[in-house]
């Protein structure tokens, strides 16, 4: 097949095609590196494996060898489609109905992908192939997993070779009802957060001779709740602490339990570092009694690309192409700007987020060939505010 006769929507369902969950690649990056050799790009194929996470297929390509580097990042990998009978049509196997685009990855973020690809054809055309500069694609097959041998180890490859990117956009679909709503600027940090607290078993009747561990850690998670981090800064909502489990693993009802254990989700703005957090939380457990023991894993640290060229330039080719104005927002969990932010500026902008990751997952046909279009006005805009 020459993918470089498929249209976006076309190109799409030749990546849904590919069942390609975490961290399967399943043919995914081929079809990447198949459109963009031919146009010119050197394709980097680049498997990562180590001990922390399963063997992950990436790709990096670039096309021209000057700056400024716009990168296109993203990713292939999708979530698991869960019970195959709940799928009104099999997830892998693209179908259109009512102008809208099913199967797995449609919105998150297939779509997006084929879009970038698209768009830089088109570019391309327009602009007999010139422009001042490079363009680049980092697209990885470990966001959905845990994200070590992905976008993370790219960036660190191309640290190693002397390679920078100026610029980012991931296309991870950042709507919330309209193609025109919102780019993402910035994100949150995410910390996970385990709690333990020690007991003596003992008789429910006889509780002096025990020392109940669900009082001690239900005393600790109230001070945890009970005052707010923060009330938000300029760019971010305020920051959410959510105790996501309590568990005791006691089946016997006059059985005071010897131990308890909790989990807490944070999402923290820029007020904060993950290490700040952790400060803050060990005080007020410290303060409501101790007796405790702690542990956190934290999946990134906030960050924000404030309102410049690149949120501009985003903005500008959104309202181009839909005439809406869309809003410069840090809402919503993690992705792998997280890493890129640490080498340059980088926004978020793709598809609608309603369906990624459910079942039926889909996307307007629409706002596909409409996604395809602001890409190339991105590109555009940035190369003349560069040149």
Same mark, same amino acid.
């Given at each position: 097949?020459?993918?470089?006769?498929?249209?976006?929507?076309?190109?799409?369902?030749?990546?849904?095609?590919?069942?390609?969950?975490?961290?399967?690649?399943?043919?995914?990056?081929?079809?990447?590196?198949?459109?963009?050799?031919?146009?010119?790009?050197?394709?980097?194929?680049?498997?990562?494996?180590?001990?922390?996470?399963?063997?992950?297929?990436?790709?990096?390509?670039?096309?021209?060898?000057?700056?400024?580097?716009?990168?296109?990042?993203?990713?292939?990998?999708?979530?698991?489609?869960?019970?195959?009978?709940?799928?009104?049509?099999?997830?892998?196997?693209?179908?259109?109905?009512?102008?809208?685009?099913?199967?797995?990855?449609?919105?998150?973020?297939?779509?997006?992908?084929?879009?970038?690809?698209?768009?830089?054809?088109?570019?391309?055309?327009?602009?007999?192939?010139?422009?001042?500069?490079?363009?680049?694609?980092?697209?990885?097959?470990?966001?959905?997993?845990?994200?070590?041998?992905?976008?993370?180890?790219?960036?660190?490859?191309?640290?190693?070779?002397?390679?920078?990117?100026? &610029?980012?956009?991931?296309?991870?679909? !950042?709507?919330?009802? #309209?193609?025109?709503?919102?780019?993402? +600027?910035?994100? /949150?940090? $995410?910390?996970?957060?385990?709690?333990?607290?020690?007991?003596?078993?003992?008789?429910?009747?006889?509780?002096?001779?025990?020392?109940?561990?669900?009082?001690?850690?239900?005393?600790?998670?109230?001070?945890?709740?009970?005052?707010?981090?923060?009330?938000?800064?300029?760019?971010?909502? &305020?920051?959410?602490?959510?105790?996501? !489990?309590?568990?005791? #693993?006691?089946?016997?009802?006059?059985? +005071?339990?010897? /131990?308890? $254990?909790?989990?807490?989700?944070?999402?923290?703005?820029?007020?904060?570092?993950?290490?700040?957090?952790?400060?803050?939380?060990?005080?007020?457990?410290?303060?409501?009694?101790?007796?405790?023991?702690?542990?956190?894993?934290?999946?990134?640290?906030?960050?924000?690309?404030?309102?410049?060229?690149?949120?501009?330039?985003?903005?500008?080719?959104?309202?181009?192409?839909?005439?809406?104005?869309?809003?410069?927002?840090?809402?919503?969990?993690?992705?792998?700007?997280?890493?890129?932010?640490?080498?340059?500026?980088?926004?978020?902008?793709?598809?609608?987020?309603?369906?990624?990751?459910?079942?039926?997952?889909?996307?307007?046909?629409?706002?596909?060939?409409?996604?395809?279009?602001?890409?190339?006005?991105?590109?555009?805009?940035?190369?003349?505010?560069?040149?």
């Amino acid at each position: 097949m020459n993918f470089l006769e498929l249209d976006p929507l076309q190109l799409s369902e030749a990546l849904i095609k590919r069942p390609s969950v975490t961290p399967t690649d399943a043919g995914a990056l081929d079809v990447l590196i198949e459109y963009l050799t031919p146009l010119g790009f050197e394709c980097h194929d680049l498997t990562f494996d180590d001990a922390d996470g399963e063997p992950t297929r990436n790709v990096y390509a670039r096309l021209g060898t000057s700056g400024p580097n716009f990168c296109w990042a993203g990713h292939t990998d999708v979530v698991p489609p869960g019970d195959l009978a709940d799928w009104t049509s099999p997830p892998f196997e693209p179908e259109i109905r009512d102008d809208r685009l099913y199967g797995r990855g449609a919105a998150d973020m297939k779509c997006a992908v084929a879009c970038m690809m698209t768009a830089t054809k088109s570019f391309l055309e327009s602009n007999d192939g010139e422009f001042n500069g490079s363009i680049s694609f980092l697209i990885t097959g470990d966001e959905e997993g845990d994200a070590t041998n992905g976008t993370k180890k790219v960036l660190d490859w191309l640290q190693e070779r002397g390679e920078t990117i100026d &610029a980012c956009l991931v296309g991870e679909p !950042t709507n919330p009802d #309209n193609i025109s709503d919102m780019v993402k +600027i910035g994100r /949150r940090g $995410s910390m996970n957060v385990w709690l333990d607290v020690e007991g003596v078993q003992g008789h429910s009747a006889y509780p002096h001779l025990a020392d109940n561990p669900v009082h001690k850690i239900m005393t600790l998670l109230r001070s945890l709740t009970d005052v707010p981090l923060d009330e938000g800064s300029d760019h971010f909502q &305020a920051s959410t602490l959510q105790i996501t !489990t309590v568990d005791v #693993n006691n089946a016997a009802t006059n059985v +005071i339990p010897a /131990r308890a $254990s909790a989990r807490v989700n944070i999402r923290f703005n820029d007020l904060h570092t993950s290490a700040s957090v952790e400060d803050t939380l060990r005080g007020r457990l410290d303060q409501a009694g101790g007796g405790y023991e702690m542990r956190t894993r934290v999946s990134g640290e906030s960050f924000l690309t404030p309102p410049g060229q690149l949120s501009e330039t985003v903005s500008d080719a959104i309202k181009a192409i839909t005439g809406g104005t869309p809003e410069l927002s840090t809402t919503g969990g993690t992705s792998d700007a997280r890493f890129i932010k640490d080498h340059c500026p980088v926004v978020e902008f793709g598809l609608i987020n309603q369906t990624a990751h459910k079942v039926d997952e889909n996307a307007r046909v629409s706002d596909i060939h409409a996604l395809s279009k602001i890409y190339t006005r991105v590109l555009s805009g940035y190369f003349e505010k560069t040149s």
